[in-house]
């Protein structure tokens, strides 16, 4: 059994406060194509459909037409989605009930995570368990075996007054309580020989974050992998690399580039290929490499090289970060190549870097002494070649009136 694996859309995403709604159209295109390829079975979107939890709405528009094309051109592609850190479950499963008997299946409450959706029949099933982001309280752990009391008998009155069972808060104890509940369903006689699939969003010990994804800080927001043994194959979201954590577990990685940081990373759907015949269910988990129209770049180089050079042009399509090596400071540069390179988002000066390194320095720490006005009148020398003296007036007074408030 065949399925397409991938996630964190993002979509009503911007990338230095430029839309990338029209390349995520196209990446749409791209992912219904592929299902075109190929005899899918079922279709995994792992979370972060979209980037916020109010999204446009115009991406909820994008969104909708993709669901009406892939259920009007695909009537037998069976399509499993969960939200994500980045979603609202409740707004995203909007309607998931007539959805879901057209075979689009949106899981919103972690509750109903542990009742499988079959896949298929007789030898060739599947069971897929869908595991929306867990927020800290939505898993409430296993009532505790009462304490024995001094007479051995079971005090029902021992413990919390309240009744009341601890919270489960952090991403590692959220993440045991679901593996002990579908521990529990998987060894029931009606599941057992049937191959499980887990779709889920979560930080997995061993991942590889990029700088585009929210992530969290400390272990105890890391999920173990051993947790999800029993699952033939886990299908994860929230890491934005395409990746291996273990054989049999994957994230597809976000299929476009959202921070400068991924230039020149590879952003792929996964085409994942279950052998459910077998008893030991081989997987195989194929990178389907996604295009995109016009690709997130990094370029360095001096100014000129880039302004009159033609070394560059290739790049006039693409999203650009350009870094300037030249020695000295470049006034006004995102203007000047705007008309040549009208997708230029960013620009770091290679000077304005390395004194910033400099200023990072312990070393410098004892120049804290210096006077404003005379580090403003070399930054004006520096920029213009000299200092304007009415500017310099204006910098005098403001200075002068800050110390008066003080």
Known sequence: MKILHTGDLHLGKTLHETSLLEDQKIMLDLLLEELSRDSYAALIIAGDVYDRTIPPAEAVELFSSFLVRLRSDFPDVTVFIIPGNHDS?????????????????????????FTPIILGKDGNRLAFFLLPFLLPGTLAPAPETPAAGKDGELDLFDGDPAGTEPL??????????????????????????????????????GGEESPSERVFVGSAEKVPS???????????????????????????????????????????????????????VPVTVTRIPVRPARPVVRLSGAFDDFYHGSAF???ADSYLEITLTD??????????????????????????????????????EQKKGRNPLEDFCSFQEQLYGTVDTEKKTLFSQLLESMRHES
């Open 89 to 113: 479950a409740r707004r995203l499963a909007f309607a998931d009930k007539i959805l879901g008997r057209q075979n689009i299946h949106i899981a919103a409450d972690p509750e109903e995570s």
């Open 168 to 205: 489960l808060s952090s991403q590692s104890d959220l993440a045991r309580e679901a593996s002990r509940r579908f521990d529990e369903v998987l060894s029931k006689p009606e599941y057992r020989g049937i191959p499980a699939v887990l779709v889920a969003h979560l930080f997995m010990t």
């Open 327 to 364: 020695s000295s400071l470049v006034a006004n540069p995102m203007n000047l190549l705007r008309d040549k390179f009208p997708l230029l988002l960013s620009i770091r000066q290679g000077l304005a870097q390395n004194e910033k390194k400099d200023a990072d320095n312990p070393a410098r």
């Open 226 to 280: 051993s947790l999800f043994s029993g699952f033939s194959y886990v299908a994860l979201g929230h890491l934005h690399k395409t990746q291996r954590v273990h054989d049999r577990i994957w994230y597809s990685g976000a299929p476009l580039a959202y921070a400068f940081d991924e230039a020149g990373t590879e952003k792929c759907f996964l085409r994942v290929e279950l052998d459910t015949a077998s008893g030991e």
């Open 313 to 315: 042009d290739g790049h």
